[in-house]
């Protein structure tokens, strides 16, 4: 069996990823090679990682909630039902700005987490060093 089919029969419950108060993060080089990674989002009003960039685009999915976006130099106010996309090497970052639990998905073109930190270290949404 391959890299490519082991990581199509692969099922990884929640509970087994790296996970926080916050979110939930799947790391595709650690799943058979996967070209990207995830994170879950269950965050609380107030809540959302600071100004950073990627070198790869990243995917928002906004299932639930509301999320203020920054993005480059626009902020804009988002709710369930809409996708958010962020360009290469772009700043951006979110907060939960709604009364309500906010869920939505991150989708990194990338198999690991390569995040640089523009408004100082954000311990909380730091994805934690995997052996």
């Not at 990823?17 to 790391?27: G, N, P």
């Not at 995830?38 to 950073?52: D, T």
């Not at 996309?85 to 073109?109: C, Q």
């Amino acid at each position: 069996m391959n890299d490519q089919d082991q990581a199509a029969n692969t099922i990884v419950p929640f509970d087994d990823l790296e996970h926080s108060a916050h979110a939930h993060e799947f790391v595709g080089a650690e799943h058979g090679g996967v070209p990207f990674s995830v994170i879950l989002v269950h965050s609380q009003p107030g809540v959302g990682p600071k100004l950073h960039r990627h070198p790869y685009a990243e995917v928002f999915i906004v299932h639930d909630g509301e999320a203020t976006f920054r993005i480059g130099a626009d902020t804009v106010v988002v709710g369930g039902g809409h996708v958010v996309v962020s360009p290469p090497g772009e700043a951006h970052g979110f907060t939960n700005s709604g009364p309500g639990e906010l869920r939505l998905t991150s989708i990194h073109g990338a198999g690991r987490f390569d995040t640089e930190w523009l408004a100082g270290p954000d311990p909380t949404w730091t994805s934690k060093p995997r052996a």
